[in-house]
Each structure stands twice: as C-alpha cells, then as structure tokens.
C-alpha cells in the first residue's frame, strides 16, 4: 500500500511542494525579534538559500547588529549576539584590530596582530555599511510570507505576488532606489517601494508617514499589511526600526477586512510573544501612548 505524501504551497517559490521537503519558516527571523509561532512551512532548499543571503546578511548588517543586542534578538544558535567590524584600527598608528560592542558589556577591540584583546585603546575608528537592496529584497519576501499566513488562498488568487518574489529574487544591480517617485527601476514591475532612508514622504503621504512612526514605535519587530482598493502595501519593522514598506497591485475586494479591519492587521513581536489586532486598534494604541501627559 503506498502512502501519497501531500503537497503545501510555499510562496517563495510559488510550487506545490512535497511536505517532506518542507521546512518552518520563522517569517521574521528570531535574530531579528521574530518569535515562534509566526511561522509557515515552505520549500527547504530555498529556505536554506534565502536564509543565508537574505536573512543572515540583514541579522550581521552592523546596525541591526547593535539593535539585536538591544533586544537580546539571538538566532537559533542561541548565540547571544553582538556587533561586529572586522574593517577596523586604533591608536595613532591604526593597528589593524575587530571592534566588537555590545549595548549592555560596552566595546571590545582585538589587535589582529597581537591577538589578544586591548584595553584603554582611546580612539577606535571602524567602517560600517548598509545595504539598501537588501533590505527591500528582505521586505518583499516578508510580504510573501505574511500576506499567505495572514490571508492564505486569497492572497495567492489576488494579489500580484510574481513581482514581490521577483524583486525578493532580482539581481541587487538592477534596483534603483534613486527615482524620486520611489519605484523599482525595471519595467515590467510595478512594486512600489518606501525605505527609511529615502527622504521622508510628503504630507500627502500620510499613510507612510504613519506607517513609518508605528513601527518605530513598537518595542519590538512587526509587520503591518494594508490592502487598498486596488493593493497591498506590506511594511517591516525591526526591533524598533521601520526598515522599508512594498505596495504590489491587488484585487482586495474579498479580503476579510471589514469593521476594524478595514485598514488592516498588524502582527507585531513583543517580549518574544506573538501579538496581532487591527491596523485601526493599533494605530490607536500608537496615539494613545505618544498623546501629551495632562498637566
């Protein structure tokens, strides 16, 4: 008697795939605030592949880096984590040296050509770099992954997810983050992108704004999605950090987003517990808080 093993439609891909190789996806990684139980299971091979160039890039980018340490955010290693350059020098005559700090234990500096770490070293002079494309390709495939476990069948039926794997997937030397209108500089994609280090929206572009200051706001990482009549807008935040927002074409008309929901859901990642309401519920929370204390 054979037994057929079922298949589960992975985002990332867009295949069915045999569950057997299917891995859990932590859709925002644990080394960046992500939590258990925010998680779908998708191809394992791209899984392995995404984590590595997507994922692991992002968690030792040097300033998300620092955040982590902030929030004690460590991956599966369980390896507490800290900000590290190993493109660093110290003292007058720039010994060749790793710096290494942390928010909590302070800053460490190991002379590479002593090999022994260095105390009352003075000035420590270190280069850091952030990598746009990467954080856009990042956010995009968030999207995937959050827009099927928030909306399932739906969001694979209605939403134009080809271009959010296609940016997720596309060469880094093709994105144009430089185009005032804040599009994706290939034709045959019509993504819209927001990034926290593009200048910051009009005031027509409330919505962003907003969008921006939330996840800033969160103790913690989130993800916010906002369907429009004709979109999806999809934006991160890391630990307290908005990191960027895509907005792909979609057929919204039978999401479940009525009442509260009309505006959207929010997932956020607080104290490692998982925490979803409403857009509109968390917006009012962000407005409760940050309103001016009576007298």
Request: proline share 4%; glycine share 8%.
């Amino acid at each position: 008697m054979t037994q057929t093993n079922r298949t589960i439609y992975c985002p990332y891909t867009d295949r069915e795939v045999p569950e057997s190789a299917t891995s859990s996806e932590h859709i925002i990684p644990l080394s960046l605030g992500g939590v258990s139980g925010f998680e779908i299971p998708v191809d394992a091979a791209f899984n392995s592949k995404a984590g590595h160039e997507l994922d692991g890039a992002l968690a030792n980018e040097f300033f998300f880096a620092l955040d982590r340490t902030k929030y004690d955010a460590r991956g599966h290693s369980g390896k507490e984590p800290e900000a590290t350059s190993r493109k660093a020098s110290y003292g007058e005559n720039e010994r060749q040296a790793h710096v290494y700090l942390h928010r909590k234990h302070g800053i460490r500096v190991w002379d590479v050509r002593d090999r022994e770490y260095k105390k009352g070293v003075g000035s420590v002079r270190f280069n850091a770099s952030l990598n746009i494309d990467l954080h856009v390709r990042f956010t995009a495939k968030v999207a995937l992954a959050a827009g099927y476990y928030v909306y399932g069948d739906l969001f694979r039926q209605y939403v134009a997810h080809r271009q959010l794997r296609d940016v997720m997937n596309i060469d880094p030397a093709k994105l144009d983050l430089n185009k005032g209108a804040t599009e994706l500089g290939l034709d045959h994609l019509s993504v819209r992108i927001d990034h926290y280090l593009l200048e910051a929206p009009s005031d027509s572009d409330w919505k962003i704004r907003a969008l921006r200051a939330f996840c800033s706001w969160v103790k913690g990482s989130v993800v916010v999605l906002m369907p429009g009549p004709n979109c999806l807008a999809v934006g991160v935040g890391l630990m307290s950090r908005y990191l960027a927002m895509v907005n792909v074409p979609a057929k919204t008309e039978s999401f479940p987003n009525r009442d509260c929901y009309a505006w959207g859901h929010v997932i956020a990642m607080i104290d490692k517990k998982l925490k979803r309401c409403s857009l509109v519920d968390g917006l009012r929370q962000w407005v409760d808080a940050t309103k001016p204390i009576p007298g």
